[in-house]
């Protein structure tokens, strides 16, 4: 890679400097995000003027079967603006999927847009003919292939027409996981317009807690967007259409981000609240952007996030956070005790990392007092894997940096860019490994199939906020971690990749061969 290439997916974002002695890149300072941003072209709202919405509780069609038709819509994200959106069943995000711990779900797709997709339940552990691999395509009625047959150039794809059963087993902890789209090379402009939904297991210990249930457990789904003059979603893809060519124009290949923040599909958005103890169970659903959270009153007092649960279920006890970073596609299940408000008052959620708009994401405000016989008890949960380095049967490294696919701009694990056909790590059924992983700039790392627990930062120990199971590690510029994990389950193909969804798109994944 020469310089000028190497520059143009990171240097000329400010993130990177290339020492002439050696050509190497090397940190040259920690910015907030990793991508540049779009910027909308209609009137935008006031903050904390637009209701939150709640996504809709998806009604089963059987005994624990659900059927979803991914559709094209249009929909008022902005006030009276009509934007176009693909969808899950008409609505953005998509429908919330309820499961039981141990009662299997079967969720049936329906492919009604214009190209092929794929669904993949993020978090779930789950077999791999469901895991959505990006090549197991369900095509659409008519559709003949543009000359960006992926799957051709695997012979281990699965492809339907129309209709696919993906069958979750939910044999796994009570958590919060959501579903999108994973198409191959278009996973990015896919989820941009609109393809992610909500799916939340349950299961008696924890409903056992006393933790706030009913109307006093929200799921905030966040993420940006950009509107284009008419209302659309602005997206830089090379080929609109998401047919034949993919990827994004030049300077957007760090990754994309909005100036719009949406929570739950709404802008900015406010939610009445009791002068009480709410569950707020957050997703970073954005492509790229990363967001540092804050609760703040009127008069400037931050309350507590007590954290009680990470992307796999919850801690073992709770961790009482000021701010709390969170990448694309990790979760965090937070209480906020919003019993020291007055009546009227308002608790804006700031983002740290965000300026001028992006720097506001939604706020609470206090309506009434209520009764709250809630709590948050001292121990949480006694099922958390107790793994130790000594059970790692191996350790391995892996590196996540810019680097030249196809003669041009890219990014890569250990060098390579992703290929289908190509087994990248085999791993034994029942195997512990130890991962240690280097980024260059942001990458927030998602492993499929196998919850993992945080060893070290940087060789120090890992941070309050990686406590608990996780499915996605945040690294930072220039960061180092050290993962551990089990890999059980099922045998078969899965993936790891980063998840800022344009580096996925331009060949940031790899193959995890389970045997």
Same mark, same amino acid.
């Given at each position: 890679?020469?310089?000028? =290439? ?26 907030? #995000? ?6 909308? *072209?209609?009137?935008?709202?006031? *903050? ?20 979803? %038709? ?12 009509? %934007? ?23 969720? %049936? ?30 095509? !659409? ?15 281990? $794809? ?76 602005? +997206? ?15 300077? +957007?290949?760090?990754? /994309? ?52 649960? *990470? ?10 956070? =000021? ?19 007055? /009546? ?13 708009? %992006?720097?506001? /994401?939604? $706020? ?30 191996? /350790? ?9 696919? #196809? ?54 120990? !890992? ?26 389950? +099922? ?25």
């Amino acid at each position: 890679m020469n310089r000028r =290439q190497l520059l143009g997916i990171g240097g000329a974002l400010g993130l990177l400097a290339v020492t002439a002695q050696t050509g190497a890149a090397i940190l040259a300072r920690r910015p907030a #995000n990793t991508g540049a941003e779009l910027r909308s *072209a209609v009137p935008l709202p006031a *903050a904390f003027t637009v209701p939150l919405p709640l996504p809709a509780v998806l009604k089963p069609v059987g005994a624990d079967r659900y059927e979803i %038709t991914q559709r094209e819509t249009v929909l008022e994200i902005l006030p009276g603006i009509k %934007t176009p959106l693909w969808t899950y069943d008409g609505t953005f995000p998509g429908p919330t999927i309820e499961a039981r711990r141990g009662r299997p779900v079967t969720v %049936t797709h329906h492919n009604r847009l214009p190209v092929p997709t794929v669904v993949h339940l993020h978090g779930g552990r789950t077999p791999p003919e469901s895991d959505g691999y990006p090549t197991d395509l369900v095509l !659409p009625d008519g559709w003949h292939d543009p000359g960006h047959g992926t799957h051709m150039h695997d012979p281990r $794809a699965v492809v339907t027409r129309l209709t696919r059963d993906y069958t979750f087993p939910m044999d796994q902890r009570a958590t919060m996981l959501w579903y999108h789209d994973h198409r191959m090379d278009f996973t990015a402009p896919a989820i941009w317009r609109g393809l992610a939904g909500l799916h939340i297991i349950r299961d008696d210990a924890e409903e056992s807690l006393g933790l706030p249930a009913g109307s006093r457990e929200l799921p905030l789904v966040i993420m940006d967007r950009a509107f284009d003059g008419d209302g659309g979603l602005a +997206y830089p893809a090379l080929d609109p259409s998401l047919r034949a060519h993919p990827g994004v124009h030049e300077p +957007y290949l760090a990754g /994309v981000l909005g100036d719009v923040i949406l929570v739950n599909g709404a802008p900015w958005p406010v939610h009445e609240v009791d002068a009480a103890r709410y569950r707020l169970r957050l997703l970073n659903a954005s492509n790229a952007r990363h967001y540092d959270l804050e609760a703040v009153t009127e008069d400037g007092r931050r309350l507590d996030l007590v954290q009680i649960g *990470a992307d796999q279920g919850l801690l073992a006890a709770p961790v009482t956070h =000021q701010t709390l970073p969170i990448a694309p596609a990790e979760r965090y299940d937070v209480v906020a005790d919003f019993s020291g408000v007055p /009546v009227g008052g308002l608790v804006k959620i700031l983002n740290r990392l965000g300026s001028g708009r %992006t720097s506001e /994401v939604m $706020a609470f405000r206090v309506a009434r007092r209520g009764a709250d016989d809630s709590r948050i008890p001292s121990v949480l949960s006694a099922d958390l894997p107790a793994w130790n380095r000594s059970d790692a049967v191996r /350790v391995r490294d892996f590196s996540f940096r810019a680097g030249q696919m #196809n003669g041009g701009h890219g990014w890569l694990i250990g060098g390579l860019p992703f290929h289908p056909a190509r087994t990248d790590v085999t791993v034994g059924l029942g195997d512990v490994e130890v991962w240690r992983l280097i980024a260059d700039v942001h990458h927030p790392v998602h492993l499929h199939l196998a919850g993992f627990r945080v060893l070290s930062r940087g060789g120090k120990p !890992p941070l309050p906020r990686d406590a608990g199971l996780k499915d996605t590690i945040s690294l930072r510029p220039g960061e180092s971690a050290e993962i551990i994990t089990r890999f059980d389950g +099922y045998r078969g193909r899965y993936l790891f990749h980063c998840h800022n969804a344009e580096h996925e798109d331009m060949g940031m994944m790899a193959n995890l061969e389970i045997g």
